[in-house]
T-cell receptor
Framework: DTAVSQTPKYLVTQMGNDKSIKCEQNLGHDTMYWYKQDSKKFLKIMFSYNNKELIINETVPNRFSPKSPDKAHLNLHINSLELGDSAVYFC???????????????FGSGTQLSVL | KQEVTQIPAALSVPEGENLVLNCSFTDSAIYNLQWFRQDPGKGLTSLLLIQSSQREQTSGRLNASLDKSSGRSTLYIAASQPGDSATYLCAVSSNSGYALNFGKGTSLLVTP
């Protein structure tokens, strides 16, 4: 059983479209994240949610809007897609935030977004 | 702002060699440091987590050390195998505590 699952795995779309990426974790964790990995493989935090509340929004354009209907889900909606949005987006979860004493992060397998 | 640097960017070794991957960070006020493995087309797998009060952690053939005061960590892989081929990423908790700051990774290739 996959601990952190995200769909779709691949997403190809045209500029200007609106798309969503879904993420679900079955680990019972309280904290979920979205990370972006660019073409240079650099992984950077986008959002962090703890118990459905937004904790971190790291200078991400307003076109990106995370939604957490419950603790097990953190979906990412992207409006008016741009070429520069092409990247791999990873969802992750942990029981507590990384400041916790022993909180490993569990990652989904990623969604490769290609904007044409 | 926390910056994480990993050296080398790429490494190729023959099977059986012991090797060391390096990670440095600019702000020593961290909560913990994690080493991850990323296989092509897949997500990241956490290998080892070292709390800020700890000096090292071991798991099988892997040993990670942490020198918080100097802002350095090393990942030691003993008796490398072709299956160890992957990208290894180092990450430290940010000041806010709610996110990890990642290095760009070391791409490791272990040849038979």
């Amino acid at each position: 059983d996959t601990a952190v699952s995200q769909t779709p795995k691949y997403l190809v779309t045209q500029m200007g479209n609106d798309k969503s990426i879904k993420c679900e974790q079955n680990l019972g964790h309280d904290t979920m994240y979205w990370y972006k990995q660019d073409s240079k493989k650099f992984l950077k935090i986008m959002f962090s949610y703890n118990n459905k509340e937004l904790i971190i929004n790291e200078t991400v354009p307003n076109r990106f809007s995370p939604k957490s209907p419950d603790k097990a889900h953190l979906n990412l909606h992207i409006n008016s897609l741009e070429l520069g949005d092409s990247a791999v987006y990873f969802c992750a979860s942990s029981q507590d935030p990384p400041m916790g004493t022993n909180e490993k992060l569990f990652f989904g397998s990623g969604t490769q977004l290609s904007v044409l | 702002k926390q910056e994480v640097t990993q050296i080398p960017a790429a490494l190729s070794v023959p099977e059986g060699e012991n090797l060391v991957l390096n990670c440095s960070f600019t702000d020593s006020a961290i909560y913990n440091l994690q080493w991850f493995r990323q296989d092509p087309g897949k997500g990241l797998t956490s290998l080892l987590l070292i709390q800020s009060s700890q000096r090292e952690q071991t798991s099988g053939r892997l040993n990670a050390s942490l020198d918080k005061s100097s802002g350095r960590s090393t990942l030691y892989i003993a008796a490398s195998q072709p299956g160890d081929s992957a990208t290894y990423l180092c990450a430290v908790s940010s000041n806010s505590g709610y996110a990890l700051n990642f290095g760009k990774g070391t791409s490791l290739l272990v040849t038979p």
